[in-house]
């Protein structure tokens, strides 16, 4: 029986669990820590198992081409596992000892007839499922590449993605108040300059409805975001000019794709089906970093495709509108409602941009 201690490992959750099921105290056989609290290493099989099953081991022919270089496709599992979790501790790596770690967990609860694989000691390992697996962020990628040649291409996944949108889903109770903002504001008969209000700071008409990042030519959304400043960005005003900012507030629950935020990753030791969970979160945030990405023209309205198709999923999965990062104010957020009406116009006010702020870089 091996025994190792929390100081082998730098993840948090797998020090509580080693805090919680310690029984004796000693030396590590691991680490080298002294007087610490050991646990068998048989208790970590389920938890670091689980973690394994997004590993394989390298093979020609299903996760290798035969022109493939191993040491460019594979590498240890200790350096894979590290690189993408950052579990071990520094104590454990100084020792050299992550790979007899891993083994020693790996064999504590092996039977024979089991059928099970052992993990190989010293031997290469590939996070690649097949040479023919496409994930659904691949998927999405190879689409973004293909849909400016043709527009009425559709993603193709595997998965229904539309289903696993609740990740990501927010609800916007009535009393949640949004922006909108628009250039310059209404010049009544004695000259004086009133905020747009109403219709006129709501969504445009359908004959000037252009292609936005949500929208195609001719369809209507109502683009409003969280905060002034955020909207007031979104008009590109410059300094000195005056900018009408008006308030609005559901017209009751909506229920909004959030993909401002970035998704945390589930966690490794206790999330069944691991890999395809990770896939469906790298897809989702790709869809916020697709949102956010300013376009290089203004009038490249192919850019918009892919976002627009977005949009097409978030409405046919049943949501009223979604949330992404501004690409203008890029600490701000956006809010799109598919139904204009969804929100309520309530007030509006005059303001005066007094600064902006520009940085740049060489193209």
């Not at 590449?145 to 009535?174: C, G, K, M, W, Y």
């Not at 209000?197 to 001719?218: E, Q």
């Amino acid at each position: 029986m091996l025994n190792c201690c929390y100081r082998c490992f730098k993840d948090p959750w797998l020090k509580t669990l080693i805090h919680k099921h310690a029984d004796k105290l000693g030396t590590c056989e691991f680490c080298g820590a002294t007087h610490v609290a050991l646990i068998d290493v048989k208790i970590l099989r389920e938890s670091i198992g689980n973690l394994l099953t997004l590993y394989s081991p390298l093979s020609e022919g299903e996760l290798m081409l035969p022109d493939e270089d191993p040491f460019e496709v594979g590498e240890l599992l200790p350096d894979l596992i590290q690189e993408d979790w950052d579990i071990f501790s520094e104590a454990l790596l100084q020792e050299n000892n992550a790979a007899e770690l891993l083994y020693a967990i790996d064999v504590s609860g092996w039977e024979k007839d089991s059928g099970e694989e052992l993990l190989e000691r010293g031997g290469l390992y590939t996070r690649r499922v097949s040479l023919y697996h496409t994930s659904p962020r691949e998927a999405w990628e190879e689409f973004c590449e293909n849909v400016r040649q043709d527009p009425d291409a559709e993603p193709t996944f595997r998965a229904p993605i539309e289903e696993e949108f609740f990740r990501s889903e927010v609800v916007l109770e009535t009393d949640t108040v949004i922006f909108r903002a628009r250039l310059g504001g209404d010049v009544d008969e004695d000259g004086l300059t009133e905020p747009y209000s109403g219709a006129d700071i709501g969504a445009p008409p359908i004959d000037k409805a252009r292609p936005a990042r949500l929208s195609r030519d001719g369809q209507v959304l109502l683009y409003c975001a969280d905060e002034e400043i955020t909207a007031v960005a979104e008009v590109r005003p410059w300094r000195g000019l005056v900018v009408s900012i008006g308030e609005f507030r559901p017209a009751q629950r909506l229920h909004i794709l959030d993909l401002s935020k970035t998704l945390r990753p589930p966690n490794p030791f206790t999330t069944p089906s691991l890999r395809y969970e990770l896939e469906i979160n790298a897809l989702v945030n790709a869809f916020g970093d697709d949102l956010s990405f300013p376009l290089e023209r203004q009038d490249d309205n192919c850019g918009y495709l892919p976002s627009q198709k977005i949009s097409d999923l978030v409405r046919r999965a049943g949501f009223d509108g979604i949330r992404y990062r501004s690409a203008l104010a890029p600490k701000g957020t956006n809010v799109a409602f598919f139904v204009p009406a969804s929100a309520e116009f309530t007030r509006s006010r005059l303001v005066r941009v007094t600064s902006t702020e520009l940085e740049f870089v060489a193209a």
